[in-house]
Protein backbone atom coordinates (compact mmCIF):
# COMPACT_ATOMS: atom_id res chain seq x y z
CA UNK A 1 0.00 0.00 0.00
CA UNK A 2 1.44 3.14 -0.72
CA UNK A 3 2.36 5.58 2.07
CA UNK A 4 0.00 8.99 2.12
CA UNK A 5 3.56 10.96 1.76
CA UNK A 6 4.14 8.87 -1.73
CA UNK A 7 0.77 9.57 -2.96
CA UNK A 8 0.30 13.31 -2.01
CA UNK A 9 3.56 13.69 -3.92
CA UNK A 10 4.91 17.12 -5.71
CA UNK A 11 3.17 17.46 -9.36
CA UNK A 12 5.59 19.78 -10.44
CA UNK A 13 8.43 21.30 -9.38
CA UNK A 14 7.79 25.21 -8.67
CA UNK A 15 8.42 27.31 -11.55
CA UNK A 16 11.37 30.38 -11.10
CA UNK A 17 9.66 31.98 -13.96
CA UNK A 18 6.54 33.52 -14.43
CA UNK A 19 4.23 31.69 -17.39
CA UNK A 20 3.28 34.20 -19.67
CA UNK A 21 -0.72 34.46 -20.06
CA UNK A 22 -2.48 32.90 -22.99
CA UNK A 23 -4.66 35.45 -25.04
CA UNK A 24 -8.10 33.61 -24.87
CA UNK A 25 -9.85 34.21 -21.79
CA UNK A 26 -13.21 34.11 -20.73
CA UNK A 27 -15.67 37.13 -21.31
CA UNK A 28 -16.36 37.28 -17.51
CA UNK A 29 -12.75 38.70 -16.99
CA UNK A 30 -11.45 41.40 -15.54
CA UNK A 31 -8.34 43.29 -16.30
CA UNK A 32 -6.27 44.79 -13.77
CA UNK A 33 -3.24 47.25 -14.00
CA UNK A 34 -1.52 46.73 -10.77
CA UNK A 35 2.20 46.27 -9.42
CA UNK A 36 2.94 42.82 -8.41
CA UNK A 37 6.15 41.15 -7.25
CA UNK A 38 7.46 38.26 -9.66
CA UNK A 39 9.93 35.56 -8.12
CA UNK A 40 12.79 34.83 -10.38
CA UNK A 41 15.87 32.82 -8.88
CA UNK A 42 16.37 33.63 -5.06
CA UNK A 43 15.85 37.05 -5.40
CA UNK A 44 12.54 39.32 -5.80
CA UNK A 45 11.75 42.17 -8.20
CA UNK A 46 8.89 44.29 -9.02
CA UNK A 47 7.49 44.37 -12.17
CA UNK A 48 4.11 46.52 -13.90
CA UNK A 49 2.10 44.08 -15.22
CA UNK A 50 -1.45 43.61 -16.20
CA UNK A 51 -3.58 40.95 -13.83
CA UNK A 52 -6.34 39.24 -15.76
CA UNK A 53 -9.27 38.47 -13.26
CA UNK A 54 -11.88 36.31 -13.95
CA UNK A 55 -15.32 36.58 -12.18
CA UNK A 56 -17.13 33.15 -11.46
CA UNK A 57 -20.41 36.36 -11.43
CA UNK A 58 -21.20 34.35 -7.83
CA UNK A 59 -24.23 35.81 -6.02
CA UNK A 60 -24.27 36.79 -2.53
CA UNK A 61 -25.42 34.29 0.65
CA UNK A 62 -29.29 34.50 0.58
CA UNK A 63 -28.81 33.51 4.07
CA UNK A 64 -28.30 36.58 6.45
CA UNK A 65 -26.41 36.68 9.50
CA UNK A 66 -29.16 38.23 11.20
CA UNK A 67 -31.58 35.34 10.43
CA UNK A 68 -29.18 33.02 11.68
CA UNK A 69 -28.58 34.28 14.96
CA UNK A 70 -31.92 34.40 15.52
CA UNK A 71 -32.89 30.84 14.90
CA UNK A 72 -34.38 29.10 18.21
CA UNK A 73 -36.26 25.75 19.57
CA UNK A 74 -38.81 24.84 22.12
CA UNK A 75 -36.98 21.82 21.98
CA UNK A 76 -34.58 21.49 24.81
CA UNK A 77 -37.57 22.93 27.21
CA UNK A 78 -37.82 20.52 30.58
CA UNK A 79 -41.00 19.11 29.26
CA UNK A 80 -39.27 18.05 26.71
CA UNK A 81 -36.22 16.37 28.00
CA UNK A 82 -38.49 14.41 30.01
CA UNK A 83 -40.66 13.28 27.05
CA UNK A 84 -37.59 11.72 25.40
CA UNK A 85 -35.96 9.74 27.79
CA UNK A 86 -39.66 8.36 28.49
CA UNK A 87 -39.85 7.54 24.92
CA UNK A 88 -36.38 6.20 24.89
CA UNK A 89 -37.01 4.10 27.87
CA UNK A 90 -40.13 2.34 25.66
CA UNK A 91 -37.99 1.98 22.34
CA UNK A 92 -35.78 0.09 24.71
CA UNK A 93 -38.72 -1.86 25.91
CA UNK A 94 -39.69 -2.96 22.51
CA UNK A 95 -36.43 -3.41 21.85
CA UNK A 96 -35.88 -6.21 24.25
CA UNK A 97 -38.63 -8.05 23.17
CA UNK A 98 -37.40 -8.13 19.65
CA UNK A 99 -34.32 -9.72 20.70
CA UNK A 100 -36.21 -12.84 21.73
CA UNK A 101 -38.68 -12.70 18.39
CA UNK A 102 -37.34 -14.18 14.77
CA UNK A 103 -34.41 -12.92 12.92
CA UNK A 104 -36.46 -11.25 10.34
CA UNK A 105 -38.67 -9.22 12.90
CA UNK A 106 -35.36 -7.84 14.52
CA UNK A 107 -33.91 -6.93 11.15
CA UNK A 108 -36.72 -5.14 9.91
CA UNK A 109 -36.90 -3.17 13.44
CA UNK A 110 -33.06 -2.40 13.10
CA UNK A 111 -33.65 -1.58 9.48
CA UNK A 112 -36.82 1.03 10.60
CA UNK A 113 -34.95 2.62 13.41
CA UNK A 114 -32.14 2.93 11.35
CA UNK A 115 -34.21 5.03 8.08
CA UNK A 116 -35.73 6.69 11.67
CA UNK A 117 -32.44 8.68 12.18
CA UNK A 118 -32.24 7.11 15.46
CA UNK A 119 -30.38 3.74 15.67
CA UNK A 120 -27.72 5.41 16.69
CA UNK A 121 -28.62 5.72 20.30
CA UNK A 122 -28.77 1.14 20.46
CA UNK A 123 -25.48 0.76 18.68
CA UNK A 124 -24.07 -1.81 21.06
CA UNK A 125 -27.98 -3.70 20.94
CA UNK A 126 -27.85 -3.40 17.22
CA UNK A 127 -24.40 -5.02 16.71
CA UNK A 128 -25.50 -7.69 19.90
CA UNK A 129 -28.23 -8.57 17.49
CA UNK A 130 -26.43 -8.80 13.99
CA UNK A 131 -23.63 -11.18 15.27
CA UNK A 132 -26.30 -13.10 16.95
CA UNK A 133 -28.03 -13.07 13.43
CA UNK A 134 -24.11 -13.79 11.64
CA UNK A 135 -23.24 -16.53 14.23
CA UNK A 136 -27.19 -18.06 12.89
CA UNK A 137 -26.51 -17.66 9.82
CA UNK A 138 -26.00 -20.76 8.41
CA UNK A 139 -27.55 -22.75 10.90
CA UNK A 140 -31.58 -21.85 10.44
CA UNK A 141 -32.11 -20.62 7.49
CA UNK A 142 -35.73 -21.80 6.79
CA UNK A 143 -37.49 -17.92 7.64
CA UNK A 144 -35.09 -16.54 4.75
CA UNK A 145 -34.87 -19.83 2.33
CA UNK A 146 -37.29 -18.57 -0.36
CA UNK A 147 -38.07 -15.42 0.69
CA UNK A 148 -35.97 -12.74 -1.17
CA UNK A 149 -36.46 -9.77 0.99
CA UNK A 150 -35.50 -11.44 4.49
CA UNK A 151 -32.59 -12.78 2.72
CA UNK A 152 -31.81 -9.24 0.74
CA UNK A 153 -32.48 -7.58 4.13
CA UNK A 154 -30.49 -9.33 6.39
CA UNK A 155 -27.35 -9.22 3.46
CA UNK A 156 -27.23 -4.93 3.15
CA UNK A 157 -27.44 -4.72 7.45
CA UNK A 158 -24.32 -7.50 7.88
CA UNK A 159 -22.53 -6.00 5.33
CA UNK A 160 -23.08 -2.30 6.69
CA UNK A 161 -22.03 -3.49 10.27
CA UNK A 162 -18.91 -5.08 8.44
CA UNK A 163 -19.49 -8.60 8.65
CA UNK A 164 -18.34 -11.19 6.23
CA UNK A 165 -21.16 -12.24 3.99
CA UNK A 166 -21.12 -13.43 0.45
CA UNK A 167 -23.31 -12.93 -2.39
CA UNK A 168 -23.92 -16.74 -3.27
CA UNK A 169 -26.91 -15.79 -0.40
CA UNK A 170 -28.45 -15.12 -3.57
CA UNK A 171 -27.92 -18.19 -5.34
CA UNK A 172 -31.08 -19.63 -4.11
CA UNK A 173 -32.93 -17.15 -6.62
CA UNK A 174 -30.06 -16.85 -9.05
CA UNK A 175 -29.42 -19.40 -12.17
CA UNK A 176 -26.15 -20.34 -12.77
CA UNK A 177 -27.46 -21.22 -16.54
CA UNK A 178 -29.33 -18.19 -17.84
CA UNK A 179 -26.93 -15.69 -15.54
CA UNK A 180 -30.31 -14.18 -14.61
CA UNK A 181 -32.71 -14.13 -11.51
CA UNK A 182 -36.03 -15.51 -11.61
CA UNK A 183 -38.78 -13.78 -13.12
CA UNK A 184 -41.16 -14.97 -10.68
CA UNK A 185 -39.61 -12.90 -8.23
CA UNK A 186 -41.45 -9.53 -10.38
CA UNK A 187 -44.60 -10.83 -7.88
CA UNK A 188 -42.28 -9.84 -4.67
CA UNK A 189 -42.07 -5.69 -4.87
CA UNK A 190 -41.11 -5.32 -1.11
CA UNK A 191 -38.21 -8.17 -2.18
CA UNK A 192 -37.07 -6.27 -5.60
CA UNK A 193 -36.79 -3.15 -3.39
CA UNK A 194 -34.41 -4.88 -0.79
CA UNK A 195 -32.68 -6.31 -3.44
CA UNK A 196 -31.82 -3.43 -5.67
CA UNK A 197 -31.20 -1.60 -2.02
CA UNK A 198 -28.33 -4.44 -1.32
CA UNK A 199 -27.01 -5.01 -5.08
CA UNK A 200 -25.39 -1.36 -4.45
CA UNK A 201 -23.26 -2.99 -1.29
CA UNK A 202 -21.44 -4.99 -3.62
CA UNK A 203 -17.76 -4.96 -3.86
CA UNK A 204 -15.57 -5.41 -7.57
CA UNK A 205 -16.12 -8.85 -9.34
CA UNK A 206 -19.51 -9.54 -7.46
CA UNK A 207 -21.26 -10.58 -10.68
CA UNK A 208 -24.51 -11.89 -8.87
CA UNK A 209 -25.07 -8.48 -7.32
CA UNK A 210 -24.22 -6.59 -10.87
CA UNK A 211 -26.99 -8.44 -12.37
CA UNK A 212 -29.02 -8.07 -9.20
CA UNK A 213 -28.89 -4.29 -10.04
CA UNK A 214 -29.90 -4.49 -13.81
CA UNK A 215 -32.30 -7.41 -12.81
CA UNK A 216 -34.10 -4.59 -10.19
CA UNK A 217 -33.60 -1.84 -11.62
CA UNK A 218 -35.52 -2.63 -15.13
CA UNK A 219 -38.34 -4.02 -13.29
CA UNK A 220 -38.91 -1.30 -10.87
CA UNK A 221 -38.64 1.43 -13.66
CA UNK A 222 -41.18 -0.94 -15.61
CA UNK A 223 -43.09 -0.69 -11.82
CA UNK A 224 -43.24 3.12 -11.31
CA UNK A 225 -44.90 3.57 -14.73
CA UNK A 226 -47.38 1.24 -14.34
CA UNK A 227 -48.51 1.22 -11.00
CA UNK A 228 -51.65 3.28 -9.62
CA UNK A 229 -50.58 3.25 -5.74
CA UNK A 230 -48.95 6.72 -5.80
CA UNK A 231 -47.31 6.06 -2.10
CA UNK A 232 -45.78 2.96 -3.51
CA UNK A 233 -44.72 4.44 -6.65
CA UNK A 234 -43.60 7.97 -4.62
CA UNK A 235 -40.99 5.10 -2.58
CA UNK A 236 -39.91 3.37 -5.82
CA UNK A 237 -38.85 6.60 -7.82
CA UNK A 238 -37.23 7.59 -4.54
CA UNK A 239 -35.01 4.80 -4.48
CA UNK A 240 -34.29 4.92 -8.26
CA UNK A 241 -33.23 8.25 -7.97
CA UNK A 242 -30.81 7.39 -5.15
CA UNK A 243 -30.20 3.90 -4.11
CA UNK A 244 -30.03 4.07 0.44
CA UNK A 245 -26.35 3.53 0.58
CA UNK A 246 -25.97 6.25 -1.31
CA UNK A 247 -28.16 8.66 0.20
CA UNK A 248 -27.36 11.58 2.71
CA UNK A 249 -28.42 10.39 6.25
CA UNK A 250 -30.23 13.33 7.49
CA UNK A 251 -32.32 13.84 4.84
CA UNK A 252 -33.24 10.37 4.45
CA UNK A 253 -34.71 10.42 7.80
CA UNK A 254 -36.39 13.80 7.63
CA UNK A 255 -38.35 11.93 4.31
CA UNK A 256 -38.43 8.36 6.05
CA UNK A 257 -40.23 10.05 8.98
CA UNK A 258 -42.95 11.38 6.38
CA UNK A 259 -43.43 7.65 5.01
CA UNK A 260 -43.34 5.91 8.45
CA UNK A 261 -45.94 8.11 9.43
CA UNK A 262 -48.57 7.10 6.56
CA UNK A 263 -48.07 3.45 7.27
CA UNK A 264 -50.74 1.28 8.84
CA UNK A 265 -48.57 -0.81 10.73
CA UNK A 266 -46.32 2.23 11.46
CA UNK A 267 -45.43 1.73 16.00
CA UNK A 268 -46.08 5.49 17.47
CA UNK A 269 -43.65 5.45 19.91
CA UNK A 270 -41.10 4.71 17.40
CA UNK A 271 -42.53 7.86 15.30
CA UNK A 272 -42.69 10.31 18.12
CA UNK A 273 -39.06 9.59 19.52
CA UNK A 274 -37.80 9.85 15.75
CA UNK A 275 -39.85 13.37 15.76
CA UNK A 276 -38.67 14.38 19.00
CA UNK A 277 -34.96 13.07 18.24
CA UNK A 278 -34.94 14.86 15.12
CA UNK A 279 -36.10 17.81 16.53
CA UNK A 280 -33.68 18.14 19.36
CA UNK A 281 -30.77 17.22 17.12
CA UNK A 282 -31.75 20.31 14.99
CA UNK A 283 -31.22 22.31 17.80
CA UNK A 284 -27.92 21.10 18.53
CA UNK A 285 -27.26 21.69 14.97
CA UNK A 286 -28.67 25.68 15.39
CA UNK A 287 -26.01 26.07 17.89
CA UNK A 288 -23.49 25.17 15.69
CA UNK A 289 -24.82 26.77 13.18
CA UNK A 290 -24.81 30.22 15.12
CA UNK A 291 -21.59 29.57 16.05
CA UNK A 292 -19.70 28.99 12.58
CA UNK A 293 -21.76 32.05 11.40
CA UNK A 294 -20.29 34.29 14.12
CA UNK A 295 -16.87 33.14 13.30
CA UNK A 296 -17.31 33.35 9.36
CA UNK A 297 -18.44 37.30 10.24
CA UNK A 298 -15.65 37.92 12.67
CA UNK A 299 -13.43 36.41 9.97
CA UNK A 300 -14.10 39.15 7.64
CA UNK A 301 -13.47 36.76 4.69
CA UNK A 302 -16.63 37.19 3.12
CA UNK A 303 -16.42 41.03 3.32
CA UNK A 304 -12.63 41.01 2.04
CA UNK A 305 -12.54 38.85 -0.33
CA UNK A 306 -15.88 39.90 -2.26
CA UNK A 307 -14.95 37.65 -5.78
CA UNK A 308 -14.86 34.39 -3.94
CA UNK A 309 -18.17 32.41 -2.79
CA UNK A 310 -20.06 33.56 0.78
CA UNK A 311 -21.16 29.80 1.38
CA UNK A 312 -20.94 29.85 4.95
CA UNK A 313 -24.32 27.82 5.37
CA UNK A 314 -23.70 25.11 2.58
CA UNK A 315 -20.25 24.95 4.18
CA UNK A 316 -22.20 23.94 7.36
CA UNK A 317 -24.57 21.85 5.33
CA UNK A 318 -21.80 19.74 4.47
CA UNK A 319 -21.03 19.04 8.04
CA UNK A 320 -24.20 17.32 9.06
CA UNK A 321 -24.24 15.06 6.06
CA UNK A 322 -20.91 14.34 7.27
CA UNK A 323 -21.51 13.65 10.70
CA UNK A 324 -25.07 14.73 12.47
CA UNK A 325 -25.03 13.12 15.72
CA UNK A 326 -25.13 15.53 18.97
CA UNK A 327 -21.57 14.29 19.95
CA UNK A 328 -20.31 15.87 17.26
CA UNK A 329 -20.83 19.39 17.21
CA UNK A 330 -16.73 20.21 17.72
CA UNK A 331 -16.35 18.10 14.60
CA UNK A 332 -18.64 20.35 12.81
CA UNK A 333 -17.93 23.30 14.00
CA UNK A 334 -14.38 23.21 12.95
CA UNK A 335 -15.10 21.45 9.73
CA UNK A 336 -17.27 24.63 8.72
CA UNK A 337 -14.29 26.44 8.78
CA UNK A 338 -12.12 23.54 7.38
CA UNK A 339 -15.15 24.10 4.19
CA UNK A 340 -15.33 27.65 4.07
CA UNK A 341 -11.30 28.51 3.70
CA UNK A 342 -11.36 25.73 0.98
CA UNK A 343 -14.42 27.42 -0.90
CA UNK A 344 -12.03 30.68 -0.97
CA UNK A 345 -8.58 29.27 -1.46
CA UNK A 346 -10.41 27.43 -4.69
CA UNK A 347 -12.14 31.03 -5.67
CA UNK A 348 -8.73 32.28 -5.52
CA UNK A 349 -6.65 29.61 -7.66
CA UNK A 350 -9.81 29.24 -10.25
CA UNK A 351 -10.88 32.40 -11.14
CA UNK A 352 -9.22 35.65 -9.16
CA UNK A 353 -5.15 35.29 -8.62
CA UNK A 354 -2.81 35.33 -11.65
CA UNK A 355 -0.23 32.34 -12.23
CA UNK A 356 2.26 34.33 -10.67
CA UNK A 357 0.87 35.35 -7.24
CA UNK A 358 -0.83 31.51 -7.52
CA UNK A 359 2.99 30.32 -6.95
CA UNK A 360 3.73 32.76 -4.42
CA UNK A 361 0.97 31.48 -2.54
CA UNK A 362 1.61 28.00 -2.93
CA UNK A 363 5.63 28.82 -2.07
CA UNK A 364 3.80 30.51 1.46
CA UNK A 365 1.41 27.39 2.34
CA UNK A 366 4.63 24.97 1.54
CA UNK A 367 6.67 26.99 4.24
CA UNK A 368 3.66 27.82 6.87
CA UNK A 369 5.32 30.79 8.04
CA UNK A 370 3.86 34.04 8.46
CA UNK A 371 7.20 35.61 7.44
CA UNK A 372 6.42 34.49 3.83
CA UNK A 373 3.20 36.76 3.97
CA UNK A 374 5.58 39.68 2.93
CA UNK A 375 5.90 38.45 -0.42
CA UNK A 376 1.98 37.84 -1.28
CA UNK A 377 -0.35 40.90 -2.45
CA UNK A 378 -3.19 41.89 -0.03
CA UNK A 379 -6.02 40.04 -0.70
CA UNK A 380 -3.90 36.97 -0.51
CA UNK A 381 -2.09 37.94 3.06
CA UNK A 382 -5.90 37.58 4.60
CA UNK A 383 -6.29 34.43 3.14
CA UNK A 384 -3.07 32.62 4.33
CA UNK A 385 -3.27 34.42 7.53
CA UNK A 386 -7.16 32.61 8.40
CA UNK A 387 -5.73 29.36 7.14
CA UNK A 388 -2.41 29.83 9.02
CA UNK A 389 -3.91 30.67 12.35
CA UNK A 390 -6.88 28.42 12.32
CA UNK A 391 -5.24 25.05 11.62
CA UNK A 392 -2.64 25.95 14.12
CA UNK A 393 -5.73 26.93 16.16
CA UNK A 394 -6.97 23.70 15.53
CA UNK A 395 -3.50 21.91 16.19
CA UNK A 396 -3.04 23.21 19.25
CA UNK A 397 -6.45 22.27 20.47
CA UNK A 398 -5.64 18.68 19.94
CA UNK A 399 -2.61 18.72 21.69
CA UNK A 400 -4.61 20.55 24.54
CA UNK A 401 -6.82 18.08 24.32
CA UNK A 402 -5.57 14.62 22.90
CA UNK A 403 -1.81 15.04 23.37
CA UNK A 404 -1.09 14.62 19.77
CA UNK A 405 1.04 17.07 17.95
CA UNK A 406 -0.94 16.51 13.90
CA UNK A 407 0.36 19.72 12.56
CA UNK A 408 2.43 18.09 10.10
CA UNK A 409 -0.55 15.83 9.26
CA UNK A 410 -3.11 18.85 8.80
CA UNK A 411 -0.50 21.46 7.28
CA UNK A 412 0.75 18.42 4.62
CA UNK A 413 -2.83 18.08 3.52
CA UNK A 414 -3.26 21.68 2.93
CA UNK A 415 0.01 21.82 0.69
CA UNK A 416 -0.85 18.86 -1.34
CA UNK A 417 -4.42 20.42 -2.00
CA UNK A 418 -2.58 23.65 -3.14
CA UNK A 419 -0.12 21.74 -5.50
CA UNK A 420 -2.89 20.45 -6.69
CA UNK A 421 -4.43 23.35 -7.50
CA UNK A 422 -1.45 24.80 -8.85
CA UNK A 423 -1.18 22.05 -11.40
CA UNK A 424 -4.64 22.61 -12.58
CA UNK A 425 -3.87 26.42 -12.82
CA UNK A 426 -1.03 25.69 -14.99
CA UNK A 427 -2.92 23.64 -16.86
CA UNK A 428 -5.46 26.31 -17.47
CA UNK A 429 -3.27 28.78 -18.41
CA UNK A 430 -1.23 26.93 -21.03
CA UNK A 431 -4.14 25.01 -22.58
CA UNK A 432 -3.16 22.15 -21.71
CA UNK A 433 -5.70 19.16 -21.81
CA UNK A 434 -5.10 16.56 -19.45
CA UNK A 435 -6.08 12.88 -20.41
CA UNK A 436 -9.13 11.27 -17.74
CA UNK A 437 -6.78 9.31 -16.08
CA UNK A 438 -4.13 12.14 -15.68
CA UNK A 439 -7.18 14.26 -14.59
CA UNK A 440 -8.45 12.31 -12.19
CA UNK A 441 -4.69 11.51 -10.36
CA UNK A 442 -4.78 15.18 -9.85
CA UNK A 443 -8.40 15.82 -9.15
CA UNK A 444 -9.06 13.10 -6.15
CA UNK A 445 -6.77 15.71 -4.33
CA UNK A 446 -8.21 19.01 -5.63
CA UNK A 447 -11.49 18.30 -5.26
CA UNK A 448 -10.19 18.84 -0.96
CA UNK A 449 -11.52 14.99 0.34
CA UNK A 450 -8.26 14.66 1.77
CA UNK A 451 -8.31 18.13 3.74
CA UNK A 452 -11.86 17.32 4.72
CA UNK A 453 -10.80 13.47 5.89
CA UNK A 454 -7.66 13.73 7.66
CA UNK A 455 -8.82 16.20 9.80
CA UNK A 456 -12.31 14.73 10.10
CA UNK A 457 -10.03 11.85 11.20
CA UNK A 458 -7.99 14.23 14.27
CA UNK A 459 -12.02 15.82 15.05
CA UNK A 460 -13.38 12.15 16.02
CA UNK A 461 -11.08 9.46 17.33
CA UNK A 462 -9.13 9.34 19.70
CA UNK A 463 -5.96 9.63 17.06
CA UNK A 464 -2.25 9.31 18.38
CA UNK A 465 0.58 9.19 15.98
CA UNK A 466 0.84 5.77 15.54
CA UNK A 467 -2.87 6.40 14.43
CA UNK A 468 -1.91 9.51 12.23
CA UNK A 469 1.04 7.39 10.62
CA UNK A 470 -1.60 4.50 9.90
CA UNK A 471 -3.80 6.76 8.49
CA UNK A 472 -0.80 7.87 5.86
CA UNK A 473 -0.17 3.98 4.87
CA UNK A 474 -3.91 3.26 4.01
CA UNK A 475 -5.34 5.84 1.62
CA UNK A 476 -7.25 4.03 -0.44
CA UNK A 477 -10.79 4.60 1.87
CA UNK A 478 -9.72 8.64 1.64
CA UNK A 479 -8.94 8.24 -2.46
CA UNK A 480 -12.41 6.00 -2.84
CA UNK A 481 -14.50 8.69 -1.14
CA UNK A 482 -12.67 11.44 -2.79
CA UNK A 483 -13.00 10.19 -6.41
CA UNK A 484 -16.91 10.08 -5.75
CA UNK A 485 -16.88 13.28 -4.85
CA UNK A 486 -14.68 14.12 -7.65
CA UNK A 487 -17.07 12.84 -10.13
CA UNK A 488 -20.03 14.12 -8.68
CA UNK A 489 -19.00 17.67 -8.61
CA UNK A 490 -18.37 17.24 -12.48
CA UNK A 491 -21.44 16.37 -13.51
CA UNK A 492 -23.24 19.13 -10.86
CA UNK A 493 -20.88 21.75 -12.12
CA UNK A 494 -18.71 21.03 -14.85
CA UNK A 495 -21.23 23.11 -17.43
CA UNK A 496 -20.98 26.49 -15.00
CA UNK A 497 -17.04 26.19 -14.47
CA UNK A 498 -15.94 25.43 -18.14
CA UNK A 499 -18.09 29.10 -19.07
CA UNK A 500 -16.40 31.30 -16.73
CA UNK A 501 -13.14 29.60 -17.95
CA UNK A 502 -11.55 25.84 -16.41
CA UNK A 503 -9.46 23.28 -17.00
CA UNK A 504 -11.13 20.45 -18.91
CA UNK A 505 -13.45 18.23 -16.10
CA UNK A 506 -13.66 14.43 -16.29
CA UNK A 507 -16.56 14.99 -18.63
CA UNK A 508 -14.61 17.04 -21.33
CA UNK A 509 -11.30 14.82 -20.61
CA UNK A 510 -13.28 11.70 -21.54
CA UNK A 511 -14.42 12.84 -24.31
CA UNK A 512 -11.62 14.71 -25.82
CA UNK A 513 -9.98 11.31 -25.08
CA UNK A 514 -12.64 9.28 -27.06
CA UNK A 515 -14.99 11.54 -29.02
CA UNK A 516 -17.99 10.69 -27.39
CA UNK A 517 -21.06 12.89 -26.80
CA UNK A 518 -21.62 14.83 -24.07
CA UNK A 519 -24.26 12.82 -23.11
CA UNK A 520 -22.56 9.70 -23.10
CA UNK A 521 -19.55 11.07 -21.20
CA UNK A 522 -21.94 11.92 -18.44
CA UNK A 523 -23.12 8.26 -18.13
CA UNK A 524 -19.76 6.95 -18.09
CA UNK A 525 -18.86 9.15 -15.15
CA UNK A 526 -22.09 7.98 -13.79
CA UNK A 527 -20.61 4.35 -14.22
CA UNK A 528 -17.56 5.32 -12.88
CA UNK A 529 -19.40 6.79 -9.85
CA UNK A 530 -20.54 3.28 -9.41
CA UNK A 531 -17.51 1.36 -10.00
CA UNK A 532 -15.66 3.75 -7.43
CA UNK A 533 -18.33 2.93 -4.95
CA UNK A 534 -17.27 -0.71 -5.32
CA UNK A 535 -14.01 0.27 -4.39
CA UNK A 536 -14.89 1.73 -1.23
CA UNK A 537 -17.45 -0.47 -0.35
CA UNK A 538 -14.14 -3.27 -0.85
CA UNK A 539 -12.10 -1.08 1.55
CA UNK A 540 -14.76 -0.95 3.94
CA UNK A 541 -14.56 -4.99 3.89
CA UNK A 542 -10.94 -5.20 3.91
CA UNK A 543 -10.44 -2.60 7.13
CA UNK A 544 -13.26 -4.65 9.17
CA UNK A 545 -12.36 -2.01 11.53
CA UNK A 546 -9.32 -3.10 12.26
CA UNK A 547 -7.34 -0.32 10.34
CA UNK A 548 -10.04 2.32 11.30
CA UNK A 549 -12.81 2.87 13.58
CA UNK A 550 -16.42 2.72 12.23
CA UNK A 551 -16.77 6.06 13.26
CA UNK A 552 -14.10 7.67 10.83
CA UNK A 553 -15.02 4.98 8.39
CA UNK A 554 -19.08 6.58 8.03
CA UNK A 555 -17.44 9.65 7.63
CA UNK A 556 -16.16 8.53 4.75
CA UNK A 557 -18.56 7.27 3.45
CA UNK A 558 -20.68 10.41 4.26
CA UNK A 559 -18.62 12.47 2.66
CA UNK A 560 -19.19 10.44 -1.01
CA UNK A 561 -22.94 10.28 0.36
CA UNK A 562 -22.81 14.50 0.92
CA UNK A 563 -21.23 15.00 -2.42
CA UNK A 564 -24.33 13.07 -4.81
CA UNK A 565 -26.83 15.12 -2.38
CA UNK A 566 -24.93 18.36 -3.20
CA UNK A 567 -24.80 17.76 -6.32
CA UNK A 568 -27.61 15.70 -7.43
CA UNK A 569 -29.70 18.25 -9.30
CA UNK A 570 -26.34 20.79 -10.58
CA UNK A 571 -23.90 23.11 -8.33
CA UNK A 572 -25.66 23.49 -4.63
CA UNK A 573 -22.98 24.61 -3.23
CA UNK A 574 -21.70 27.16 -5.14
CA UNK A 575 -24.95 28.31 -7.38
CA UNK A 576 -27.82 28.35 -4.23
CA UNK A 577 -29.94 26.60 -6.23
CA UNK A 578 -33.68 26.32 -4.64
CA UNK A 579 -33.02 22.23 -3.51
CA UNK A 580 -30.26 23.09 -1.54
CA UNK A 581 -32.51 26.31 0.41
CA UNK A 582 -35.55 23.75 0.57
CA UNK A 583 -33.01 20.95 2.23
CA UNK A 584 -31.22 23.50 4.61
CA UNK A 585 -34.38 24.50 5.63
CA UNK A 586 -36.14 21.10 6.51
CA UNK A 587 -33.13 19.93 8.07
CA UNK A 588 -32.00 23.05 9.95
CA UNK A 589 -34.78 25.64 10.38
CA UNK A 590 -37.98 23.91 9.94
CA UNK A 591 -38.60 21.02 13.18
CA UNK A 592 -41.47 18.44 13.03
CA UNK A 593 -44.79 18.77 13.98
CA UNK A 594 -45.93 16.63 16.90
CA UNK A 595 -49.38 16.16 17.73
CA UNK A 596 -49.73 13.05 19.92
CA UNK A 597 -51.00 12.38 23.41
CA UNK A 598 -47.11 12.12 24.87
CA UNK A 599 -46.75 15.56 23.63
CA UNK A 600 -49.98 17.23 25.37
Not at 165 to 181: A, G, P
Not at 341 to 367: H, W
Request: glycine letters at 4%.
Amino acid sequence: MAHLHQIFTSFFPVSSLVMERVSSFNHNSLFVPRVINNVTGGGARMCSQTVVRRSGNYQPSTWKYEFIQSLSSEFEGEIYVGLFNELKGEVRVIMNKIANDDPLKQLEFIDILQRLGISYHFENEIKDMLTMTYKNHCENDDWKINNLYATSLEFRLLRQYGFNIQQDVFNHFFSNETKSFNVQLYEDLNGMLCLYEASFLSIEGENILETAKHFTMEYLEKYMKSSTDENEVAIVRHALELPLHWRMPRLETRWFIDIYERKVDMNPILLEFAKLDFNKVQFIHQQDLKYASRWWKSSGLGQKLSFARDRLIESFFWTVGIGFEPEFSYFRRSLTKINALITIIDDVYDVYGSLDELELFTNAVERWDVAAMEELPDYMKICFLALHNSINEMGFEALRDKGINVIQYLKKAWVDLCKSYMLEAKWYHTNYKPTLEEYLDNAWISISGTVLLVHTYVFVTSSTLENMESLKQHIDMIRWSSTILRLADDLGTSSDELERGDVPKSIQCYMNDTGASESNAREYIRHLIDETWKKLNKTEVENNYSIFPRVFVERAKNLARMAQCMYQYGDGHGMGYQETKDRVMSLLIEPISIHCSYSE
